[in-house]
T-cell receptor, first 113, second 110 residues
Framework: EAQVTQNPRYLITVTGKKLTVTCSQN?????MSWYRQDPGLGLRQIYY???????DKGDVPEGYKVSRKEKRNFPLILESPSPNQTSLYFC????????????FGPGTRLTVL | DAKTTQPPSMDCAEGRAANLPCNHS???????VYWYRQIHSQGPQYIIH???NNETNEMASLIITEDRKSSTLILPHATLRDTAVYYC???????????FGQGTELSVKP
């Protein structure tokens, strides 16, 4: 089954404790992206990757890192999480950019205390 | 900033057609219009997309005006499971991101 998976689905952590949210897709997609969703602000892009070893900042990249060492994986790294990073996070992938459908993962609900 | 404008909420009777409007007056010539929906806090689900011509698939129809400044998503026979937030989106040419607005919360009622 074609899908985007994220782990963990739920995470409660404390300020400053490094964490990684994994994202994997099995569709051989070149484009992958991370979004965060907050009440009243909608979904905002954090980082995206056009292909392996190619990443770029989205609208809200501060406090996040990503890597794209393999085509299928695009982990989101929070080196020193803070409470304002409490949010619902979605990973998405697509074959290409402008004209291709993005498929979203199920989401990761992160709480930083 | 969001490039689309949608009504914040709409109601629809079960079994009737749901027509969701969207304005995207600043859309550029090679930007596609996409529709996604989000049920509760699940990942957004793709519905349909188009450039100029009207499109139809197993889920919905998309009507795009000739000047491309607005579109309408049509769910022909809405069911209770279609209750969701529907997002009309244009996709950025450069970074490929989906520029989400606030969406329309569609409530399908028995």
């Amino acid at each position: 089954e074609a899908q985007v998976t994220q782990n963990p689905r739920y995470l409660i952590t404390v300020t400053g404790k490094k964490l990684t949210v994994t994202c994997s897709q099995n569709m051989n997609h070149e484009y992958m992206s991370w979004y965060r969703q907050d009440p009243g602000l909608g979904l905002r892009q954090i980082y995206y990757s056009m292909n392996v070893e190619v990443t770029d900042k989205g609208d809200v990249p501060e406090g996040y890192k990503v890597s794209r060492k393999e085509k299928r994986n695009f982990p989101l790294i929070l080196e020193s999480p803070s409470p304002n990073q409490t949010s619902l996070y979605f990973c998405a992938s697509s074959r290409g950019t402008t004209r291709d459908t993005q498929y979203f993962g199920p989401g990761t609900r992160l709480t930083v205390l | 900033d969001a490039k689309t404008t949608q009504p914040p909420s709409m109601d629809c009777a079960e079994g009737r057609a749901a027509n969701l409007p969207c304005n995207h007056s600043t859309i550029s010539g090679n930007e596609y219009v996409y529709w996604y929906r989000q049920i509760h806090s699940q990942g957004p689900q793709y519905i349909i997309h188009g450039l100029k011509n009207n499109e139809t698939n197993e889920m919905a129809s998309l009507i795009i005006t000739e000047d491309r400044k607005s579109s309408t998503l049509i769910l022909p026979h809405a069911t209770l499971r279609d209750t969701a937030v529907y997002y009309c989106i244009v996709r950025d040419n450069q970074g490929g991101k989906l520029i989400f607005g606030q969406g329309t919360e569609l409530s399908v009622k028995p």
